[in-house]
C-alpha cells in the first residue's frame, strides 16, 4: 500500500500486480511462475489449476517505498522481455506509475518465501529471503539517483552459511542510471 493510499501491489504467483484505488488494474509485470518446477509465464489461474507443482508454491513479496515513489520486489525470472532468459530470483526496483523496471539484482537464492523490511529512507529496502533448512538471509538493498550519468551497478552479498562479505559489479537495467547496491547479512544459527 502507498503512503498516500492510492496503490496497492501485489505479488502472485506468475505476476506484480497494482491496483489503483478505485480497484483498477494500473499495470502488471509478469515473471516465471513461483511453482515448482515451473517458469513458464502464466496469463490466468486456469493454465495451472490442479497441477502438483502450482499446489504449494514457492513465493515472492514485494513493498512500496516510504515516499511511494518505488516498488521493492522479489520475483523469479526471466522476465517475458529478457533477452538472455536465465531462471533465477532476482530483487527489483520499479516506477509506481507505470511498472517499469528501474533496478535489478540476482539475489543467489532459493527462496521458499521472503518478507520486505520497509525504511524510512525511501532508497533503502530490507528482504528477508526463507530458504527453508538454509537458514533465513536478510538482504538490504540502496537504490541511489544520482546527478551524474553514471551507468555503474553495484551489489555486496554474502553467502548465508558464511560470514564474509563479497562485491562483484554488475550491469545496470538498460533504462537505468542510478546506482543499486545490495548487502545481505548472514544467517546466524
Known amino acids: 500500500m502507498s503512503p498516500t493510499f492510492d496503490l496497492a501491489v501485489f505479488s502472485g504467483q506468475h505476476a506484480l500486480h497494482a491496483v489503483d484505488a478505485a480497484g483498477a488494474l494500473r499495470w502488471r509485470v509478469r515473471h516465471a511462475c513461483w511453482g515448482s518446477p515451473c517458469s513458464s509465464f502464466h496469463d490466468s489461474y486456469e493454465e495451472y489449476a490442479g497441477i502438483d507443482g502450482h499446489r504449494h508454491p514457492d513465493w515472492g513479496s514485494c513493498r512500496i517505498s516510504a515516499d511511494g515513489s518505488t516498488v521493492w520486489a522479489h520475483v523469479r ?54 530458504e527453508g533448512q538454509d537458514g533465513v538471509p536478510l538482504r538490504w538493498g540502496r537504490w541511489d539517483v544520482p546527478d551524474s550519468p553514471s551507468t555503474a551497478s553495484r551489489m555486496t552479498t554474502a553467502a548465508s552459511s558464511t560470514s564474509a562479505l563479497a562485491g562483484r559489479s554488475s550491469s545496470p537495467s538498460p533504462t537505468s542510471r542510478a546506482n543499486w547496491r545490495s548487502t545481505a547479512f548472514p544467517t546466524v544459527l
Do not use: C
Open 77 to 130: 525470472t526471466p522476465l517475458p522481455d529478457d533477452v538472455e532468459p536465465k531462471p533465477d530470483e532476482e530483487w527489483l526496483v520499479l516506477d509506481t506509475l507505470d511498472g517499469r523496471v528501474l533496478g535489478r539484482a540476482s539475489t543467489d537464492n532459493a527462496a521458499a518465501g521472503s518478507h520486505h523490511v520497509p525504511h524510512p529512507d525511501p532508497g533503502q529496502m530490507g528482504l528477508s529471503v526463507g
